[in-house]
């Protein structure tokens, strides 16, 4: 797959307003409530699995899991509590197994302890995906 191939996100209306993700787009959403967020994780991991893609969630926060075990989808787990270079290189070691054109949901980072290090802040939810960054507050 080319760059610049056009992926489909799960929202039509999305893809339209975005002109489309492209391979390496990473995407991250601001949002109120991982609700919020697993609006958005569900149908993106759904369409990544129909398209016969690797899809991987990477789940590391002790929050209920975004995306529920199901037929194509990979669930590995990591442990931000080993520290934070431990746990890069652990999500680093992730994606090179799996491969450039593998698609990720992650777990949100403001819900983990390294949200609290002024590392990360905010309430950031985020799938890798993108070259785009996108950022958008969601209502409610």
């Known amino acids: 797959m080319s760059a610049f191939d056009r992926i489909l996100s799960g929202f039509p209306d999305v893809d339209r307003l975005l002109d489309n993700f492209r391979l390496g787009d990473n995407v991250v959403w601001r949002v109120k409530s991982l609700d919020q967020f697993r609006y958005f994780a569900e149908p993106f991991a759904e369409r990544a ?46 994606i090179t197994e799996n491969g450039r054109e593998a698609f990720y949901v992650f777990d949100s980072l403001s819900a983990t302890r390294m949200a609290g290090s002024g590392s990360i802040g905010g309430k950031a939810c985020g799938m890798l995906l993108a070259r785009k960054i996108v950022r958008k507050e969601l209502p409610g």
């Open 49 to 94: 699995i129909a398209d016969g893609r690797t899809t991987v969630y990477m789940k590391f926060a002790g929050h209920e899991p975004l995306l529920a075990p199901r037929p194509g989808l990979k669930i590995r787990e990591f442990d931000p509590d080993k520290g934070f270079e431990a746990f890069t290189v652990d999500i680093y070691n992730c």
